[in-house]
């Protein structure tokens, strides 16, 4: 699905979420099309409707081609989600390196939802991959434990730049992604539209209660 990297940024350390890629035969071009191909037919039906087959047709591309990246379905799965995370948290912290002018918590946490739950194909997605792990398939339950290890550090390194060196709570990051997870289950299964500028706002007075006060939340609390 893909795995952090730390950079270092003004004195800090940044960590960023960058998808593992295969070197192989033609690899910008075919990996792109069969993503774009996939995110297509998993948006006109479910993924478990979608089969390999089908996906490697509308790609133009032999069976074998697409066998060699994605030997699995739930592989294919796993790097379109990667690829949706990384664009999201390249936003996220691209918020936090505008100079001086400093985000909210309000504004961070509403780019971060809006971004992670405006699809319902995104969330399909991650619904799916945690299904297919609960129903006994160890390897890819390993794979989302990881993933899950790695989302909590993305969150202590984005509340560590915001908090302007104010320690990090115990049990924060585990908190708000189990939010998260939460607000994906009811964004594919509530016909209502999530009001995303509103979940941040209550999010941000959660943060904001249970480390550093209004660390963040007027705007000037970054670092």
Avoid at 19 to 27: C, T
Avoid at 36 to 52: I, P, R, Y
Avoid at 158 to 176: K, N, Q
Avoid at 182 to 206: F, M, W
């Amino acid at each position: 699905m893909g795995r952090l990297r730390a950079f270092h940024h003004r004195g800090c350390r940044v960590f960023r979420w960058q998808v593992n890629v295969k070197q192989g035969l033609k690899e910008g071009d075919s990996k792109d099309r069969i993503i774009a191909s996939a995110q297509q037919c998993f948006s006109e039906k479910s993924v478990d409707k979608t089969t390999l087959s089908e996906i490697a047709r509308r790609a133009g591309i032999s069976k074998g081609t697409l066998y060699y990246y994605y030997p699995t379905k739930n592989d294919l799965v796993f790097d379109i989600t990667g690829i949706h995370m990384a664009q999201i948290t390249e936003k996220v912290f691209a918020m936090m390196e505008t100079g001086d002018a400093h985000p909210t918590w309000e504004e961070v946490l509403g780019t971060l939802f809006e971004g992670l739950l405006g699809s319902k194909t995104r969330s399909r997605l991650h619904l799916y991959l945690i299904n297919e792990s609960l129903s006994g398939n160890p390897a890819l339950r390993g794979r989302l434990e990881s993933t899950y290890v790695q989302w909590f550090q993305l969150v202590q390194d984005g509340y560590l730049r915001m908090a302007g060196g104010c320690p990090f709570p115990d049990g924060l990051a585990r908190l708000l992604v189990a939010v998260l997870d939460g607000l994906v289950i009811q964004s594919v299964t509530c016909e209502d539209r999530l009001e995303y500028r509103k979940l941040a706002k209550v999010a941000a007075s959660l943060v904001t209660g249970i480390g550093c006060g209004t660390a963040g939340q007027s705007g000037t609390g970054g670092a």
